[in-house]
């Protein structure tokens, strides 16, 4: 059973999903994922937000594995107006 969580979960963190990367008001880079509502984190650079947030991504799936519930596709897509 472990075997097969193990790789479910591979394999919904090995896709990429889009994430929304701004500065915060406090200075720090605020990492927000909108196809996982809630999944949100940040870093003192942006490089540090970006390890952040896949780490933020990977935990956020496996919660939702461990509980039985359907990782959804990213299928946000980002258009300027």
Excluded: H, W
């Excluded at 075997?3 to 990492?31: C, H, I």
């Amino acid at each position: 059973m472990a075997k097969l969580k193990m790789a479910k979960l591979r394999s919904q963190t090995d896709s990429k999903r889009q994430v929304l990367l701004y500065p915060g008001e406090d200075g720090y880079f605020v990492a927000e994922v909108p196809s996982l509502p809630g999944c949100i984190s940040q870093g003192k650079t942006r490089e540090e937000a970006l390890i952040n947030i896949e780490e933020a991504i990977n935990l956020y799936i496996e919660v939702l594995l461990d509980r039985g519930e359907i990782v959804t596709d990213d299928l946000i897509e980002v258009v300027s107006v």
